[in-house]
C-alpha cells in the first residue's frame, strides 16, 4: 500500500507525469569541439547519442554499449570520459572534445599524426576512442610513459586487429611530440 500510495503522490506532482514516463525534456546546452550547441533532448540520452544523432559527429563509435571497449571516449572538461556512460543531461555547460575536434587548422593532433605515420590501426572502428584515451594518458602523465605505462593506461580500450603493437609506438611518438610542443610554448 505504501509504494501505491507514494506513486500517486508523486504523479500529482507538476511535472511529475511527463518526468515518469519518459515524455519530457531537458534543456542542455554545451560547447562541443569550440562551438556552443544547445537542445531540447530526453533526459535519459546518452551523451554519445548526443553527439552522433544530434550533432552528427559520427567519429565518436558505439561499439559495446557496456563501457568496456572505448570506442566512445570523448574529452569532458579536458579529461578523457566514455561518453556511453555520461547522460548528456549531466554534462550542461560542459566543454566536450571529440575525435573532429583535436585537428586545428586542417593540421592533425600530434596522435592522429602518430596513429597514422604508426600505422596504429587496421579496421579504424576503436581508433577515435584510443586516440583520445591516448591525448587524455600523456597530458597527465606529462608524457613520460614507457611501454608497460602506455599498454596499461589504454586497458580501458580495445581493439581487435592490432595487438597494440603500433598503438604503442604511436603514442610514444606522440608523447614526445607533444612534450615538445609544450616546452617550445612554455
Known amino acids: 500500500?505504501?509504494?501505491?500510495?507514494?506513486?500517486?503522490?508523486t504523479a500529482a506532482a507538476p511535472g511529475a507525469a511527463s518526468a515518469?514516463?519518459?515524455?519530457?525534456?531537458?534543456?542542455v546546452a554545451m560547447t562541443v569541439n569550440g562551438k556552443p550547441v544547445a537542445a531540447e533532448i530526453d533526459p535519459r540520452m546518452l551523451l554519445v547519442q548526443f553527439l552522433r544523432d544530434h550533432l552528427r559527429l559520427t567519429g565518436t563509435h558505439v561499439g559495446c554499449d557496456t563501457s568496456q571497449c572505448g570506442a566512445c571516449v570523448v574529452h569532458v572538461e579536458g579529461r578523457a570520459a566514455k561518453s556511453c556512460t555520461l547522460l548528456a543531461a549531466t554534462c550542461d555547460g560542459a566543454r566536450i572534445t571529440t575525435i573532429e575536434g583535436l585537428a586545428t587548422d586542417g593540421k592533425l593532433h600530434p596522435m592522429q599524426?602518430?596513429?597514422?605515420?604508426?600505422?596504429?590501426?587496421?579496421?579504424g572502428f576503436c581508433t577515435p576512442g584510443m586516440i583520445m584515451a591516448a591525448v587524455d594518458l600523456v597530458q597527465r602523465s606529462g608524457g613520460k610513459l614507457d611501454d608497460h605505462a602506455i599498454r596499461e593506461g589504454?586497458?580501458?580500450?580495445?581493439?581487435?586487429?592490432?595487438?597494440?603493437?603500433?598503438?604503442?609506438?604511436?603514442?610514444?611518438?606522440?608523447?614526445?611530440?607533444?612534450?615538445?610542443?609544450?616546452?617550445?610554448?612554455?
Do not use: D, P, W
Not at 20 to 27: D, E, I, L, R, S
Not at 113 to 123: D, K, P, S, V
Open 1 to 9: 500500500m505504501f509504494f501505491r500510495k507514494k506513486a500517486a503522490e
Open 20 to 27: 515518469q514516463t519518459g515524455g519530457g525534456t531537458v534543456h
Open 113 to 123: 599524426e602518430a596513429f597514422r605515420q604508426h600505422h596504429g590501426l587496421q579496421c
Open 154 to 186: 589504454l586497458e580501458g580500450n580495445l581493439c581487435r586487429c592490432t595487438g597494440y603493437h603500433n598503438i604503442v609506438a604511436a603514442v610514444k611518438a606522440a608523447a614526445a611530440n607533444m612534450g615538445s610542443m609544450r616546452q617550445a610554448a612554455e
